[in-house]
């Protein structure tokens, strides 16, 4: 089975410390300013609902979506399940005085059109949107 078929994976280099970019990882507000509404908490076992727009292109109408944190290493790494199939990993790596910030989002279902479809969309909005709006939460973040 192809990898990228399953998967969406990135890396990011930001100009801030890994604290900084675990806090927009892990504190609700300032998730909520670059991905969407949520009410998560970094525990390992927290279920939590990240709140979704409608989109009518991927057949998808939107509203809480539930999640849960199956692991958390400080500042180190943070990965959630999303929905029923997918699970997303943020791990963080200090990279000089910033922060090498590493996605993989998986469990896309290659065999079918509209996991496939998804993953087109989303890998297209971590790419682009998401990248630009977590760096720029993060540009405005003191400290």
């Keep these: 089975m192809s990898e990228e078929r399953t998967a969406v994976h990135l890396d990011q280099f930001l100009a801030h410390p890994p604290r900084k ?4 990882l892990t504190e609700p507000e300032l998730l909520a300013r670059w991905l969407m509404p949520n009410d998560i908490e970094p525990v390992v ?5 990240l709140h979704a727009d409608p989109k009518p292109a991927a057949g998808f109408a939107g509203g ?3 999640c849960e944190v199956l692991a958390v290493e400080q500042e180190r790494l943070l990965r959630i399940s999303w929905g029923e199939n997918w699970i997303v990993t943020w791990r963080l790596e200090p990279e000089g005085r910033g922060t090498r910030l590493f996605l ?3 469990g896309f279902d290659p065999d079918d059109h509209a996991e496939q479809l998804a993953r087109r969309i989303m890998g297209g ?3 682009t949107g998401v990248r630009r709006r ?3 939460v ?3 973040l003191p400290g």
């Design 45 to 49: 076992g927290h279920r939590f609902h």
């Design 21 to 24: 970019v675990w806090r927009v």
């Design 64 to 66: 809480p979506v539930p």
């Design 138 to 140: 993060l540009s405005a």
């Design 125 to 127: 909005g971590w790419r």
């Design 104 to 106: 993989s989002h998986e």
């Design 134 to 136: 977590l760096a720029d």
